[in-house]
């Protein structure tokens, strides 16, 4: 995906000229309306203000949350016209809508270097069925258009595909630049050995990833409740664990492909039980061939996480999507918190740390070690797919390098 990039447009490219750039700006709110977690927002400011030092006017669009093409008032753009404001220096126009007469004027006045937000473009229908009339209406302020909403790039709506169609040059913004680079350059040229860890609930969601992954890693980490389903196809008793019975036949053909392929296949040698789903469960630590009737998995253990990190030590790049344990309790924490702790000294040696998206983002940013990584990827389900060789549609629909 050899894409033209904001690097490739000079001042003169866009100096005067009206950008629309598409950024993801779907951050939480607390019960007041305050935001909890600016991540979105700081990820974007690089190209807003490669663009405002070159005297583009700049036009934002995102969505929030899901109003399924009505008007929610709770899910305005508001709060983050007002933290952009303060993270740029300079207030925001806030437009109340995205499209129509109110919004071209507002457009119409602004100045060099100024910066505007539209309203959620999910208020619309057309923006999630990428309906041409609505993707016409939405570039018909702009000049050209920017996509830095890695986010989203695995969807083909209106802002960021449609959009395509109506303005030229469309580039990939510095965000999503970054994003390809350390993602598709890792996978693809990767400095070796090459390990992922891959955890999460189900081996349903992760599939693809998995497919994909053994084909090109030297090692694979299995973590999170979808051991339970390699280990019961593997004839061992789990108790009451997760396990998806329809995907036994598929856990055993991924570990024979790995075998044939010659990578190094890992999952846990003890687990963490609980005698209930709950952050008040009594707890024991077993060897994962001594699991009693009536207990679930929630976490890999300590001999797990020591295991893990051996094998993890001489490896020079290293993608991790998913936990390995409910790390949302904190007794059930340890083995996501280890492996956390084992990247960022990794990253502190030279090797090459990805962390893909999600719940896996969410458990390093709780570690207080995110600042401690090569690299956060900013879209869960767009990673997800970067990672399985999937194209992105947002990503396809822009210029060719």
């Not at 983050?80 to 993270?87: I, Q």
């Not at 996509?147 to 109506?166: I, P």
Request: some cysteine.
């Amino acid at each position: 995906m050899a894409k033209k990039a904001l690097a490739d447009l000079s001042a003169s490219d866009v100096s005067g000229k009206r950008v629309l750039v598409r950024a993801d700006f779907n951050v939480p709110l607390d019960d007041a309306g305050n935001i909890t977690d600016d991540t979105r927002i700081r990820a974007a400011l690089p190209t807003i203000q490669d663009l405002t030092s070159k005297g583009a006017k700049v036009i934002l669009a995102s969505h929030f949350g899901r109003p399924k093409g009505k008007v929610v008032e709770s899910m305005r753009l508001t709060p983050v016209a007002k933290r952009l404001s303060e993270k740029l220096g300079q207030d925001v126009i806030k437009c109340n809508d995205c499209i129509g007469d109110e919004v071209a004027a507002q457009i119409a006045g602004m100045e060099n270097g100024q910066v505007a937000l539209l309203e959620n473009v999910r208020f619309y229908e057309g923006e999630e069925s990428n309906d041409p009339e609505f993707a016409k209406q939405l570039a018909a302020n702009a000049d050209l258009y920017v996509n830095d909403a890695f986010g989203t790039a695995h969807r083909a709506h209106a802002s960021t595909a449609g959009v395509t169609d109506y303005l030229s040059p469309a580039v990939a913004g510095s965000l999503i630049e970054k994003e390809l680079k350390f993602l598709q350059e890792t996978v693809d040229n990767p400095q070796r050995p090459l390990a992922a860890i891959v955890g999460g609930s189900k081996v349903s969601s992760k599939i693809g990833v998995i497919e994909t992954l053994l084909d090109k890693v030297d090692k694979i980490f299995i973590g999170g409740g979808m051991i339970f389903t390699f280990y019961k196809a593997r004839g061992m008793n789990v108790g009451s664990s997760l396990v998806e019975e329809d995907k036994l036949d598929l856990a055993k053909k991924l570990e024979a492909k790995a075998k044939e392929k010659g990578v190094e296949f890992l999952l846990p040698t003890d687990v963490v039980l609980a005698d209930k789903f709950a952050a008040d469960a009594n707890t024991q630590t077993v060897s994962v061939e001594a699991i009693p009737d009536g207990w679930m998995g929630l976490d890999i253990g300590p001999d797990s996480i020591k295991t893990f990190q051996a094998a993890l030590a001489d490896c020079k790049s290293v993608i991790w999507n998913g936990p390995m344990g409910v790390f949302e309790m904190d007794a059930f924490a340890k083995g996501t918190n280890g492996i956390a702790t084992t990247l960022a000294g990794l990253t502190g040696t030279g090797c090459i740390t990805i962390i893909g998206g999600g719940d896996s983002v969410a458990a390093v940013e709780q570690a207080g070690l995110a600042d401690k990584m090569s690299h956060i990827s900013t879209g869960g389900g767009a990673s997800l797919e970067l990672l399985e060789g999937k194209t992105l549609p947002g990503i396809a629909a822009l210029d060719e390098a």
